[in-house]
């Protein structure tokens, strides 16, 4: 892993140990990654709402956004609730279950966060660029989310 993403780690465990509450610790994260990682357009955390069978769209760094509430299942975000395994969509105009968010969007990494193997939450990041996405992303955000679940 690149020394750059494991600098961002430090500081992602640093916000973690900080005892501030769990969703300034995951805006935090946010906007870390979407300020120091040149293909992160947009970052966010959906929360699963376990009795209702959605995600929703507890914080993000980016443009604004009409998808607040994902039906698991649906788009990538669903999938990943669902299959609880990291997806990544290089070119989103190939993916026939996709939420379009905008218009800028090329591709799309959705990684789940797993407490005790249960799905309880995912980072969603969009990317502006085509192809973005290399093993690099995967390790690091999946160490991100593996840190993160402490907080469910």
């Given at each position: 892993?690149?020394?750059?993403l ?10 973690i ?5 769990r969703?300034?610790?995951l805006?935090?994260?946010c906007?870390l990654l979407k ?8 970052v966010?955390f959906?929360?699963?709402d ?8 507890e ?11 994902i039906?698991v ?7 990943v609730?669902?299959?609880k ?7 989103v ?6 939420i379009?968010?905008?218009i ?10 797993l407490?005790?193997?249960?799905f ?28 993160l679940?402490?907080?469910?």
């Amino acid at each position: 892993m690149k020394t750059e993403l494991k600098q961002l780690l430090l500081k992602i465990d640093s916000s973690i140990s900080s005892g501030t509450t769990r969703s300034e610790i995951l805006l935090n994260t946010c906007k870390l990654l979407k300020e120091n990682v040149y293909h992160y357009d947009w970052v966010g955390f959906y929360l699963l709402d376990e009795q209702n069978s959605n995600l929703i769209l507890e914080v993000f760094d980016g443009k604004t956004t009409e998808h607040t509430m994902i039906p698991v299942g649906k788009g990538v975000c669903g999938q990943v609730a669902e299959s609880k395994k990291l997806k990544i969509v290089q070119d989103v105009s190939q993916e026939g279950n996709y939420i379009a968010c905008s218009i800028d969007v090329q591709s799309e990494i959705v990684v789940p966060v797993l407490k005790d193997g249960k799905f309880v939450a995912e980072i969603d990041i969009d990317s502006h660029s085509p192809s973005p996405f290399t093993i690099d992303d995967e390790k690091f955000l999946t160490s991100i989310c593996q840190k993160l679940s402490v907080l469910f």
